[in-house]
């Protein structure tokens, strides 16, 4: 399950193995001589079905990995975007700028903000499909907290965990599954790829992947 949960966030393959050993390892009647050998076995499985159950979300997940290392990479820019509210959101990862001094007495290390610092490329992809997809659930918390607030109906909210008083529960999850409802009917993907075109595609690229 955590494998599972993970892969989003770009674990790999070998990442998995850890992960599923780490669970082989607490089961006592699994060989310990062994752990290592099944651990590749099932991340191997794991990944396997990973594409044939979720073949389209795991196509989007390359495609927003690809579209941040084009980005991050060709047109050293860091990846931005809206989300469906009109909220900017821009991804901070960029490569250390920090500048050391040394003297007779001591080393000081401060941020030097007059030096150009370009984008850590890793990370911006990395860190792009996960963040995309917490814009996107943020907005669906918002939306649903707006409409119930007209309502007069209570609501708070920690991440994706929805609550309200127990009288309005069956109200809250009406709307819930409304509002999610209208945000992915939008044509959110074909949105994100005409605003990177628009604002992307004018600039001159750096260099080459």
Not at 60 to 77: D, R
Not at 153 to 170: E, L, P
Not at 186 to 191: A, C, G, T, W
């Amino acid at each position: 399950k955590q494998t599972v949960m993970t892969t989003v966030y770009g674990v790999t393959k070998y990442g998995a193995k850890l992960q599923i050993a780490r669970q082989l390892k607490d089961i006592d009647s699994f060989p310990f001589a062994r752990v290592d050998e099944g651990a590749k076995y099932l991340a191997d499985k794991t990944f396997d079905s990973l594409n044939e159950m979720f073949e389209s979300s795991q196509k989007i997940q390359a495609w927003l990995t690809e579209c941040a290392n084009v980005i991050s990479g060709m047109y050293k820019k860091n990846v931005e975007w809206q989300t469906p509210l009109g909220l900017p959101v821009m991804q901070p990862y960029s490569k250390k700028s920090d500048r050391v001094i040394q003297s007779a007495f001591d080393t000081a290390t401060f941020r030097d903000f007059s030096r150009v610092v370009k984008p850590n490329v890793l990370k911006q992809r990395n860190g792009f499909p996960p963040n995309f997809v917490h814009s996107l659930d943020s907005t669906h918390m918002m939306l649903t907290a707006l409409y119930l607030w007209d309502r007069g109906c209570t609501f708070a909210s920690v991440h994706d965990c929805y609550w309200t008083h127990a009288a309005t529960v069956a109200e809250m999850n009406a709307e819930c599954r409304r509002q999610f409802i209208n945000l992915h009917s939008q044509p959110i993907l074909e949105n994100l790829s005409e605003s990177f075109m628009e604002k992307f595609l004018s600039l001159p690229v750096e260099c080459e992947i």
